[in-house]
């Protein structure tokens, strides 16, 4: 990797100052829609969000769960790396059926992760240190111990509570079978059935992911009024948006008809039911969610943010959840999921620009979250590989694509770490409904979510504080000890180092959302792009190096690259004087 350096040979604290001219002529551009001047400075259409996994960032009391406290203790190491702001998963009262995407209470903070007025610490010392806070709400289902829940199964068939869920008598002679054939995204039927109060078999309701999670009635206008008062509940403490969990669910086919592929959520573990997801009504949940963001910003001019985890078939459907008036942004899952393959990347790169931007947003570009294996082992052709392997230099290059992309950034904590997944967990320890509702490993998310390294040489590497301190709620392996923050912070030529000298270099760049790319012309196996600034971005997605698609010593590379050559598996960027002759073509 190739560093900035100050006059010393030391890392330079500042970015460096880049010439910039003005645009050169794009090839891809938004299709439609237009962006207002006050539109294009809104912080949140080039921000790049770190997101916390509470349970497994950092743990402040010695139970071996990470906790909001930790949360605040790691801020300035945040800010170090130079995020924008950062994205809370759950922290609510919960029984942890799903950790805390089972809700019992949205208003509160549940103990094991501290408590309000721990919350509000928080919220002060991000805001203090420049840094925005987002927090995870999770509309589509709550928790079987929400008190709304529990009030539908004593109150009995027909009643106002039951109204707030999908209560229905089942099929059969004597209602055994479930009112409809779906299955549930995390394994086995979408359908529960109840024991009435009086002790009889009864109604069944309904749970696209787990009996504990039963799916809320967004067309029964109580739902939609109580979530007005969570947001404004929060908003009123001072964040500064959220994250939509199951952005395209909430309502569900009116007549929760057949579906002609019942399992295909189950088999491919994602929202692909159209009868139970994507639902016209939903739109107007956006919009007025919309609405009282902009209620808040005009009080003091403050932008709030709706960013959704929007999972659909194409490019073209996500764009309609961020039309003008509905989400702000919607992560685009398309280039977490590419397969490392020029022309894949091209194609959803591409499709984005113009789909997505092309509403007037800007595009949420994310590779890895707390659902997803790790990229350093997705793009390896092995299971498991090194710090030193393939998929280690193939994330590094993602990485710095990312990055250089228009329009925003969504950071999943350790990835800047170079974190593998942990794919050697033993069943006993793993926590995932998925694996206890199906018996399979496959799709599994503990590998993920094993709490990050900071220090030291063996488990719980800085991560649980005291010398009694319980073992982290999922075991570490003893490699995490070449992963950890102190010494990544330490080695130049880690991953922590490419991350930080990057959002550095995208900071100092002027057209981070509103820029524009066109391609260069490039070796088949090679992805290059130049940017309406002049930053040149090009990634080889071969082995073999290449001639480099620009002149001279790049600004920053995600390994070895000198100058005139693109290794293999490695990506760089450059800077033109924009307008200035293109890249050479292929040789």
């Not at 809104?42 to 997101?51: E, F, H, L, N, S």
């Not at 499709?351 to 590779?367: K, M, N, Q």
């Not at 018996?439 to 010398?467: E, K, M, Y």
Request: hydrophobic share 40%; charged share 20%.
């Amino acid at each position: 990797m190739l560093i900035a350096t100050a006059d010393n040979g030391s890392p330079a604290e500042d970015a460096p100052s880049l010439p910039l001219t003005g645009p050169a002529a794009p090839a891809v551009r938004p299709a439609t829609g237009t962006t207002s001047p006050d539109t294009a400075q809104r912080w949140w259409r080039d921000a790049v969000i770190y997101q916390v996994y509470v349970r497994s960032f950092l743990d402040s009391t010695g139970d071996g769960i990470g906790d909001l406290a930790g949360v605040r203790t790691g801020l300035p190491y945040l800010k170090k790396l130079g995020v924008d702001g950062i994205w809370l998963s759950p922290f609510y009262p919960s029984p942890q059926h799903d950790h805390g995407y089972d809700v019992a209470d949205y208003r509160d903070v549940d103990p094991v992760y501290g408590d309000l007025a721990e919350f509000d610490l928080l919220v002060a010392d991000a805001h203090r240190l420049g840094l925005r806070v987002l927090l995870d709400i999770v509309p589509n289902h709550c928790s079987s111990d929400h008190p709304w829940f529990r009030a539908a199964l004593q109150d009995g068939p027909g009643s106002e509570a039951r109204a707030l869920f999908h209560f229905a008598d089942g099929r059969g002679a004597d209602g055994e079978l479930p009112p409809n054939n779906w299955r549930a995204m995390f394994g086995g039927p979408a359908w529960s059935r109840v024991t009435e109060p009086d002790g009889t078999a009864g109604q069944w309701y309904l749970h696209m992911f787990t009996p504990e999670q039963p799916d809320l009635n967004w067309r029964n206008p109580a739902v939609p009024a109580d979530f007005d008062k969570v947001l404004r509940f929060w908003l009123d403490r001072g964040v500064d948006g959220f994250r939509i969990d199951v952005a395209a669910g909430l309502f569900k086919h009116p007549e929760l008809p057949d579906s002609p592929d019942p399992a295909a959520d189950e088999r491919t573990r994602d929202s692909v039911n159209p009868l139970a997801w994507n639902q016209p009504e939903v739109h107007q949940v956006w919009r007025d969610w919309r609405s009282l963001c902009e209620e808040y910003t005009a009080r003091d001019g403050r932008d709030r943010l709706l960013v959704g985890e929007v999972s659909v078939r194409t490019p073209s459907e996500q764009a309609a959840y961020v039309r003008p008036d509905e989400l702000h942004q919607a992560f685009f899952f398309h280039l977490l999921t590419a397969r490392w393959d020029v022309d894949t990347f091209r194609t959803v790169i591409s499709e984005a620009l113009t789909d997505i931007a092309g509403t007037g947003s800007t595009v949420t570009w994310v590779l890895n979250n707390h659902d997803q294996v790790r990229t350093v082992t997705r793009y390896a052709t092995e299971p498991s590989s090194g710090p030193s392997g393939l998929g280690a230099a193939r994330a590094r290059a993602a990485a710095l694509l990312m990055l250089a992309l228009p329009g925003a950034a969504y950071i999943y904590q350790g990835e800047e770490l170079g974190l593998p997944e942990v794919v050697d967990l033993p069943d006993e320890v793993l926590t995932d409904p998925i694996f206890h509702r199906t018996g399979s490993r496959q799709h599994i998310r503990d590998g993920c979510r094993v709490p990050l390294p900071w220090s030291g040489h063996a488990s719980p590497f800085g991560f649980t504080a005291g010398t009694d301190a319980a073992r982290p709620w999922l075991p570490q392996p003893e490699w995490f000890a070449d992963h950890a923050t102190d010494r990544a912070l330490a080695d130049t030529r880690s991953f922590w180092h490419l991350y930080r000298e990057g959002l550095q270099l995208r900071r100092s760049l002027p057209q981070l959302g509103e820029g524009t790319l066109r391609w260069l012309p490039s070796p088949p196996q090679v992805l290059a792009f130049e940017r309406g600034d002049g930053l040149v971005c090009a990634v080889n997605f071969g082995t073999e190096p290449v001639p480099a698609p620009a002149p001279g010593v790049p600004l920053l590379a995600s390994g070895d690259c000198p100058p005139g050559t693109l290794p293999g598996s490695t990506a760089a960027w450059w800077m033109h004087a924009p307008g200035s002759a293109s890249a050479p073509a292929p040789r």
